[in-house]
Nanobody, 130 residues
Framework: QVQLVESGGGSVQPGGSLRLSCAAS????????TAWFRQAPGKEREGVSC????????FHADSVKGRFTIAVDNAKNTVYLQMNNLQPEDTAIYYC???????????????????????WGQGTQVTVSS
């Protein structure tokens, strides 16, 4: 059974840090595309950070560039999102997603939409407020 289980969300003051984890079972992150999306109340879902399947390159949205880092620990089969200098506008539910189908191999991950991934986590809440 394939599962993505996120953890690490919570409440933090502006300027603080959190590290989100996404543990996979039923498949491996090796040779997969993976990403973090987020959705704030009343706003559209947006891609935050991702790793492309083919070359493992990473991408971060302009809104989080320099503050967030995505990384994979293949030994633990876990993807992380390190979030530093958090701001109130980062408040959202964060979702981990992964894609394993070959058609994603040549795709740059920022171009892969939510619906093109194969597996989705349940989400974890991040709240940034003073």
């Amino acid at each position: 059974q394939v599962q993505l289980v996120e953890s690490g969300g919570g409440s933090v003051q502006p300027g603080g840090s959190l590290r989100l984890s996404c543990a996979a079972s039923g498949f491996t992150f090796i040779n997969s595309a993976t990403a973090w999306f987020r959705q704030a109340p009343g706003k559209e879902r947006e891609g935050v950070s991702c790793i492309s399947m083919g070359d493992g390159s990473t991408f971060h949205a302009d809104s989080v560039k320099g503050r967030f880092t995505i990384a994979v620990d293949n030994a633990k089969n876990t993807v992380y999102l390190q979030m530093n200098n958090l701001q109130p506008e980062d408040t959202a539910i964060y979702y981990c997603v992964a894609g394993v189908r070959r058609r994603l191999y040549d795709r740059s991950c920022p171009d892969v939409s939510w619906y093109e991934y194969d597996y989705w986590g349940q989400g974890t809440q991040v709240t940034v407020s003073s």
